[in-house]
């Protein structure tokens, strides 16, 4: 299996369930061998930091801010940017996938980019959107992480080779 980096989205104060949801999505993503990469901060970011580091895998905090002391204890490696929240732009770029677990306004924007950008978005227990009264189709909607991992895992295989013909 290729390694795909998926981003993992959510807010920076989150409560004990998501915590735990999200902890056992970034385990299973360093199992599936594949990058994670998040806002670096706490909450979601942090917990699913937690979850990769306990598997073995690497991940990576795209900071907002020009500290890199500033990101949470469980990254493998922290980019400060210095670009505050226009930093979600990099953290969905950076993906082959995204997996949004819940979310505040910082969430919805990354969620944006991604469907933006063309990146699968996997949604746990995440927004909703829509269009003019309609829901949008765009986020795929993952029951529980085990799910949101096979589903983003799965959408970054069918976009890699498109993904790979682009780059120079």
């Known amino acids: 299996m290729p390694d795909f980096v998926i981003a993992v989205i959510g807010p920076g104060r989150t409560d004990a369930p998501l915590a735990a949801a999200a902890r056992e999505v970034g385990a299973a993503l360093a199992e599936a061998g594949a990058t994670v990469v998040c806002g670096g901060l706490g909450g979601v970011m942090e917990a699913v930091a937690e979850g990769v580091r306990a598997g073995g895998g690497t991940v990576v905090g795209i900071l907002p801010g020009d500290d890199r002391a500033a990101g ?10 210095g670009l505050g929240e226009t930093r979600n732009a990099l953290v969905v770029r950076a993906a082959d996938a995204v997996i ?51 589903m983003a895992l799965a959408a970054a295989a069918r976009q890699t080779p498109r993904r790979a013909s682009q780059r120079p």
């Not at 949470?72 to 940017?81: E, G, M």
């Open 72 to 81: 949470n204890r469980h990254l493998t490696v922290a980019i400060a940017t």
């Open 100 to 150: 949004a677990v819940g979310g505040e306004y910082g969430t919805l924007s990354e969620i944006a980019f991604g469907l933006k950008l063309g990146r699968p978005v996997v949604g746990l227990d995440t927004w909703e959107i829509g269009k003019a009264g309609r829901a949008d189709p765009g986020i795929l909607r993952a029951a529980d992480p085990a799910e949101a991992v096979a």
